[in-house]
């Protein structure tokens, strides 16, 4: 014979639980513009591609 060894659920719980975690409220205050986040990716992108500054050169060769 089977027996359930499991602990009662408390389903409704448990469900708003997991709905809170599924889809959290955005926190006030903090919105993302497009053309901010465009900008930043633009300055980052021309700061990679920027050429190394020059090293000094030593006075053997």
Do not use: H, N
Not at 29 to 56: F, V
Request: charged share 25%; hydrophobic share 35%.
């Amino acid at each position: 014979m089977v027996t359930d060894r499991t602990a009662p659920v408390e389903t409704a719980a448990l469900a708003s639980e997991v709905e809170g975690l599924l889809s959290p409220a955005e926190p006030d205050g903090i919105y993302r513009d497009s053309r901010e986040c465009g900008g930043g990716l633009l300055i980052l992108g021309l700061a990679l591609l920027a050429p190394p500054t020059p090293r000094p050169k030593s006075g053997d060769r």
